[in-house]
C-alpha cells in the first residue's frame, strides 16, 4: 500500500501561481511512477502530469504544457507539480496518484493508478 496526501491548493487569480505537493508514504516511493490528475465539476477525471519512478521522463497533457512542471523528490518522498500561468479553466480538485504500471506513462488512463489521495481545490478566479 502506498499512502498519498497531497497539499498546497487553493485561491488564486488568473496568471497566479501554485505549487502542489504530494507526499507518499507505505512503500518505496523510487519504486512508482506518479502522476497528478484533475476534476472539475461534472466533468470525468483527466491526466495532467506523469513522472516516471526516478524522474528521467515528463508527460504534459497539451492544455498544460509549457504553464505546468512536475518534478519529484525521491528522497523526501514526495512529486511536486509547479503551476504557472493558471487559468479558470484550470480550476478542479487535483489528486496525484502511483503506478509500478508501465502503461501508467503511456496511456496516462486513472485505472492504471491503483493509489489516489485525497485531492486538493485548486481555484482559478477570472
Known amino acids: 500500500q502506498v499512502q498519498l496526501v497531497e497539499s498546497g491548493g487553493g485561491l488564486v487569480q488568473a496568471g497566479d501561481s501554485l505549487r502542489l505537493s504530494c507526499a507518499a508514504s507505505?512503500?518505496?516511493?523510487?519504486?512508482?511512477?506518479m502522476g497528478w490528475f484533475r476534476q472539475a465539476p461534472g466533468k470525468e477525471r483527466e491526466f495532467v502530469a506523469g513522472i516516471n519512478w526516478n524522474g528521467g521522463s515528463t508527460f504534459y497533457t497539451d492544455s498544460v504544457k509549457g504553464r505546468f512542471t512536475i518534478s519529484r523528490d525521491n528522497a523526501k518522498n514526495t512529486v511536486f507539480l509547479q503551476m504557472n500561468g493558471l487559468k479558470p479553466e484550470d480550476t478542479a480538485v487535483y489528486y496525484c496518484a502511483a503506478s509500478q504500471l508501465y502503461t501508467a506513462i503511456t496511456r496516462f488512463a486513472p485505472n492504471d493508478y491503483p493509489y489516489w489521495g485525497q485531492g486538493t481545490q485548486v481555484t482559478v478566479s477570472s
Open positions: 507505505g512503500r518505496t516511493f523510487s519504486n512508482y511512477h
